[in-house]
């Protein structure tokens, strides 16, 4: 494992028995990196706290490369090179929430199976965008040891190819990864992570390309990418804004173990700069990341996750977001009930047995009236539990929190990215068993602009089951009268193709 890897983990245990869980991969990637969740209970500890008496954390803990993926039999009557679905026929589900039974839209879902997904250690696909040659879809490859960035791409969604391998493009000394993708600059531009071999430091990695199959890695800039005066910064979202593009982020700083927010913007793709750190906007006493910037709203809308006005040490750390009508002149919207998990007391005082509470957005659209955005909502008492989550915006300045239907046997469901087919909206994510380890990926759709959430039934062989996996969608866009949906099942890159129903 990896130092840096150790030394969140590390500091995960010590924040948690003052603020609650800290996921290790909120400081590394928006989404599951190179490596799965291992099989650990929840852990046990003592709080120092004077709030506290009883801290009950989960610890999320990942093994190195190489964990297997559940056996797919694949039909002997179709050769192996020839891509694959399966199909999800299974009826509407019959559970219901606080609002009473969801009416989800018939949606038929199947998974693309394909030699290009595949290989030995592990592959994923992190997200994916429309252009080129149809689509592209960016992600990791474990196959070399470590890891190393990897691109596909397919004219329908249903045959896809592998770009093969550059060293010098996508390898490199330690791990490199795009974390996204986007249309705009020279054709592709797609961003992510670079650490260093030994995983104490990290850097911010930018590829582009003309026509999504041929890449280069754009040079290194100390100043807008981070270096030896800037370790650990990492860019996690990148969209097309005016002429130019906006990516945001974040810089973690081991010195004071905190995490800032971050923005960049670039007329080309090619050069970027560094958006001068405002800690009223960017900062505060616990960790602001900007995880997704989509262009809406009064010019630009980012959103992920902060601590503003709760404390260091306090419970209920709520979801933030941030606007601006250029990329370079930022504000942080003003905390509102709707950006807080709803679990934690008002007063801020930690309820006993607790370990506080906490909302993230992890994606954001545009959809419904407005704006959409999907993340996950949490809480530690005697048992840790999170459940997916979901907003509404007109205007990407006042949000409200939609009703999100539960999945059935998961302790926890995430939600990492959003779409739009036709006039459904559709959240994609994952789920886990108490281990936090084995779960199906998840999808919720919704009908009335996001007000509120239905899951889709579960398929052992479309989405996995809850006792086998990990299986996870990170993102989907609409392609034609498709949705195709990215992520990876078990050990490979894995996606899915959805279309609704008449």
């Known amino acids: 494992m990896i130092d840096l890897d150790r030394e969140l983990r ?91 039974a969801f009416a989800p839209p018939a949606m038929s879902w199947t998974r693309v199976q394909s030699d290009a997904f595949g290989g030995s250690g592990d592959q994923w696909i992190y997200d994916i965008a429309i252009g080129g040659p149809g689509l592209v879809a960016v992600g990791g490859d474990g196959s070399g040891g470590d890891l ?74 100390e100043a807008a990418f981070g270096g030896e005066e800037q370790v650990n910064v990492f860019m996690k979202d990148v969209t097309a804004f005016g002429s130019g593009l906006v990516a945001v982020g974040l810089e973690w700083r081991e010195s004071d173990f905190d995490a800032d927010a971050v923005a960049w913007t670039s007329p080309d793709g090619l050069t970027w700069e560094r958006v001068p750190h405002d800690e009223a906007i960017f900062g505060g006493p616990q960790d602001q990341i900007m995880w997704a910037v989509v262009p809406a709203g009064p010019g630009l809308v980012a959103v992920g996750q902060g601590g503003e006005g709760v404390g260091a040490g306090g419970p209920d750390q709520p979801a933030a977001v941030w606007t601006s009508t250029n990329g370079r002149d930022w504000s942080r919207v003003p905390d509102q009930a709707a950006l807080r998990s709803g679990f934690s007391q008002q007063s801020g005082v930690v309820p006993e047995g607790a370990s506080g509470d906490w909302a993230r957005m992890d994606d954001v659209v545009i959809g419904g009236s407005g704006l959409v955005a999907v993340g996950r909502v949490g809480k530690c008492t005697y048992v840790c539990d ?78 996995g089951k809850v006792s086998e996996g990990p299986n996870f969608m990170f993102g989907a866009v609409e392609f034609g009268s498709d949705l195709i949906a990215v992520g990876s099942w078990g050990s490979n890159a894995a996606v899915w193709i959805a279309t609704i129903e008449e």
């Open 148 to 221: 190393d960035a990897a691109v596909w791409h397919s004219t329908d969604g249903r045959v896809w190819t592998r770009v093969p391998h550059d060293e010098l493009i996508f390898g490199g000394p330690g791990d490199q990864y795009p974390t996204a993708v986007a249309a705009g600059g020279p054709g592709f531009v797609a961003v992510g992570d670079d650490s260093t071999p030994d995983g104490t430091a990290g850097i911010t990695a930018v590829w582009t390309s003309e026509d999504g199959i041929t890449w280069s890695r754009v040079p290194h800039d």
């Open 386 to 463: 999170e459940d997916g989550a979901a907003w509404t915006s007109i205007d990407g300045i006042t949000w409200q929190r939609s009703l999100v239907e539960t999945v059935d046997g998961v302790y926890f469901a995430e939600v990492y990215g959003a779409a739009v087919l036709g006039d459904v909206l559709v959240g994609v994510g994952r789920g886990s068993d108490n281990d936090m380890e084995l779960g199906p990926a998840v999808v919720w759709t919704s009908n009335d602009g996001g007000d509120t959430w239905s899951r889709v039934p579960h398929s052992g062989t479309t989405f």
């Open 10 to 100: 590390d500091y995960a245990e010590l924040m948690e028995q003052v603020m609650g869980p800290i996921h290790v991969e909120a400081f590394r990637a928006a989404k599951p990196a190179r490596r799965r969740p291992n099989r650990r209970g929840l852990a046990v500890a003592l709080g120092a706290a004077a709030l506290m008496i009883l801290v009950i954390a989960v610890v999320v803990i990942l093994d190195p490369l190489g964990s297997e993926g559940p056996f797919i039999e694949e039909p002997t009557t179709v050769p192996p090179t020839v891509p694959q679905v399966t199909t999800s026929t299974e009826p509407a589900p019959t559970t219901t929430s606080e609002a009473g």
